[in-house]
């Protein structure tokens, strides 16, 4: 949506009864679909919050993305179900960025052998799956059981923190990065780096262009990260020590 004049002067938090609320002044918010804007854990309340705080003259929604992450769970607007959204996030392992290799440039395959197969490696080794690489334009080809092995393990997650998940997957155009960097065994620049590979490789050989290759690293960081905190923040208590806030 375009950007809005800031018509609010303070932002809170309040718990009602589905959760914790939103408050504008004293307006209720609500979702693009008019339903109460509620969410599950005061964390994740405090965070959307400072969102709708750090917005100045104008409210620039397209940098709130914790608070479309909340849009998107409450009004669910594909209508899918927990199941779908699970088969959804394993089906991006038949394109998955780091599985896609080249054989030329033979710089450009020995970087991508050095900076993929370590995450690749620990991704088989900490699910116990097979996943592989190609330079067949088809693609690895992934065992079912490796495939039921994610679906498992994303089964574990709630439908809020399912959504934050294919977020990042989407960001990321990779299920093996984004389960790196959900389970802490990579950073958000990593993870990011890693999904841009091949177009840091062109960058340095034939240059960027002045401020947008910036601008799209700094985009992509951006949504990475608050995709990452919206799962964890989905996943933990739904209160926060008061202490904590108060530090």
């Known amino acids: 949506p375009p950007e809005r004049k800031r018509f609010y002067q303070n932002v809170s938090i309040s718990q009602g009864e589905g959760g914790f609320e939103i ?16 969410v599950p ?15 100045k003259d104008t409210i620039k929604f397209y940098t709130m993305h914790l608070t479309t992450l909340c849009n998107t769970a409450l009004d669910n607007p594909t ?26 440039p033979t710089a450009l395959a020995e970087l991508q052998k050095n900076e993929w197969d370590p995450v690749v490696a620990w991704a088989e080794k ?13 693609g690895p080809n992934i065992p079912a059981s490796t495939k039921e ?22 960001q990321l155009k990779s299920l093996i990065l984004s389960m790196g960097l959900i389970d802490r065994h990579i950073t958000v ?12 490789y062109q960058i340095q050989r ?29 996943s933990e208590s739904s209160t926060v020590k008061h202490k904590l806030l108060q530090d």
């Open 149 to 170: 092995t994610f679906v498992s393990h994303l089964a574990s997650y709630n439908m809020w923190a399912l959504q934050g998940i294919e977020y990042v997957i989407t």
């Open 206 to 234: 034939w240059g960027s262009v002045e401020w947008a290759h910036d601008y799209d690293l700094c985009e992509l960081r951006a949504r990475a990260a608050a995709g990452t905190l919206f799962v964890h923040l989905c």
């Open 126 to 138: 900490r699910y116990n799956v097979a996943i592989g690489s190609s330079t067949s334009i088809l």
């Open 79 to 104: 209508q899918r179900n927990k199941m779908q959204l699970i088969r959804a996030a394993v089906k991006f392992l038949e394109t998955d960025t780091v599985c896609y290799r080249v054989e030329e």
């Open 41 to 55: 854990s005061e964390a994740l309340a405090i965070a959307v919050a400072t969102e709708w705080d750090s917005q």
């Open 189 to 200: 620049e990593k993870a990011v780096l890693l999904s841009r590979l091949e177009e840091e």
């Open 23 to 38: 408050n504008l002044d004293h307006r209720k918010l609500k979702t693009p679909q008019a339903r109460l804007f509620t």
